[in-house]
């Protein structure tokens, strides 16, 4: 009941909708209560030999009655089953800004396909319990208690020998009521397990394509669909005996109405007219007794669903703003590392074990170092993605901690070794949302970036569509448009985590010399494995086992003979290699 709780402040909101499409259904549940009575005082009268004018107007009652009926189906249909539209449209949005919220330890956890499975198939069950389950519900409620009553008002002794099979149905409610909820929740989450599997399969099919696994993959994604269908029967069974049995139960009592009722007949105990009202009343039961089951059927399903989407919901950052004032960045550019250790989790060994490092506004810090010793990791500290578990990150002499994550992400570039591009124009990735941006600094971000040459031979230049995550570009030309995407803010503090890796040395030479000449009072840090994009850096840090090894210029580590040495050495051993070949 918690979640369903959790879930009220939507249903408040349109309360007055929903107010009156209960009304609007009481008053379409009441008129089709008339109807039985209205018939009964027909019969009655047919046999008194009735005038011509007395027919005309129970004629014309039924037809007032049928109109009535229309306009008030017409008005739950609109009240209730929009009303759960609106509903669903408010969940969906707070939803995805609540998952644009998380942070990475979060979904570090998380599949993707789960999250998109509680973002439509649980939310439809929600929308589904709140519109069709409720009306439902209502209905059933509404018309189980006035037909009872003028039943037992007709003859009450009938009524109560008609309802001794009814509370059968009751004893199955409570009795499958658990086990109905938890098959629907298998259910569910073997939903999400198909739609991660798709998901995946699709984001991966050109791996697919050239290791030849697609009979592997359609034969996995069988026996998932087999599963499926398993987990689905299991909660068919149990309504195979729920609703025969309710089925069962309504026909006994119908059964004892003509038996019972027809003697009474006979004995002139009650009239035709009230024992054709009495049935038509309890014929009037038979679809609220048998809808309980379906919306109940709802009912586990929502619940199921309100209690997945609600698991999001109840997340929280870690990572949030910190400070009671935050301040504003001096906008300096100097960026300082004290006693800075970080580790994923109390378990692991430390990734980051007492980093100090100082870089002076307009300065190029160049970091290198074996894959797996935490140079990424310190960049992501930087953009405050994780907080150190010691020690100090300051920007312009202020802890990151103070300014709000907004205005520090804001304040720092930053481009990853695999970039994510939008499934939109290239002119669309490079502005990010800035709707304001003019076509002429466009224009001269892709001179910088170096993408003025590659467009020319795109079909619609610019304007041309990338696909999915940038499929139809090279590596290079994603870490360019990526590069422009981040220049284009004009960052104070650039950080560029490999992100030449798949650029030839010309074009690397050309994007260093820009950067140089443009963003010449912007501190840059650039991690990188190729030594040729920092030889140039003011200071070059070698980070070793998470702890920084040796720390100078590129000729002052050359002379040193150590780690940087020796990668040098490599690195050129291997262009010489090239070029003999």
Known sequence: MNNLKSFLPYVSKYRREFLLGILALIVTDAMTLVVPWVIKEFIDIISEMPVKEQILKYVLLLFLISLGLMIGRYGWRKYMFGLSRKIEFDILNDLFKHLLSLD??????????????????????????????????????????????????????????????????????????????????????????????????????????????????????????????????????????????????????????????????IAEEITLGSFVAFNGYLMLLSWPMMGIGYVFNLTQKGLVGMERINEVFLAKPEIVDEGVKLLDIPNHGELELSKVSFSYSSEEDKILNGIDLKVLPGQTLG???????????????????????????????????????????????????????????????????????SDSEIEKIVQIAGLDSDLKIFPDHIETLVGEKGVTLSGGQKQRIALARTLLRNPKLLILDDSFSNLDSKMEEDLLQNLKKYYRNTTKIIISHRLSVILNADNIVVVDNGAISEQGSHSQLVDLGGVYAELFRNQELAKEMKIIL
Not at 109 to 128: I, P
Not at 140 to 148: D, K, L
Not at 379 to 403: C, K, M, T, V, W
């Open 104 to 265: 990475r330890f979060w979904y570090q956890k998380q599949k993707t396909g789960d999250l998109m499975s509680r973002a439509t198939n649980d939310l439809r069950a929600v929308r589904e319990f709140f519109g069709l389950g409720v009306l439902i519900l209502i209905d059933a409620v509404f018309v189980i208690i006035m037909a009872v009553v003028m039943m037992s008002f007709i003859n009450v002794d009938l009524a109560l020998k008609v309802f001794i099979p009814l509370p059968f149905i009751s004893v199955l409610f409570f009795f499958f009521v658990r086990e109905i909820g938890n098959r629907h929740k298998e259910v569910q989450e073997h939903l999400a397990k198909i739609t991660e599997r798709v998901q995946e399969n699709l984001s991966g099919i050109r791996i697919l394509h050239a290791f030849v696994q697609e009979e592997y993959e359609k034969e996995k994604f069988e026996k998932l669909n087999l599963e499926y269908i398993k987990k689905n029967l299991r909660v068919t069974q149990i309504f195979g005996l729920f609703t025969p049995t309710m089925v069962f139960s309504m026909g006994i009592a119908s059964m004892i109405s003509l038996w019972m009722g027809g003697k009474a007949v």
């Open 367 to 437: 970091i290198v170092g074996l894959i797996g010793s935490g140079k990424t990791t310190l960049a992501q500290l930087i953009l405050r993605f994780y907080n150190p578990i010691s020690g100090e990150i300051l920007i312009d002499g202020n802890s990151i901690r103070d300014f709000s994550l907004h205005s520090l992400r804001n304040y720092i570039g930053y481009v990853s070794q695999e970039p994510f591009l939008f499934s939109t124009s290239i002119r669309n990735n490079i502005a990010l949302g800035n709707e304001d941006i």
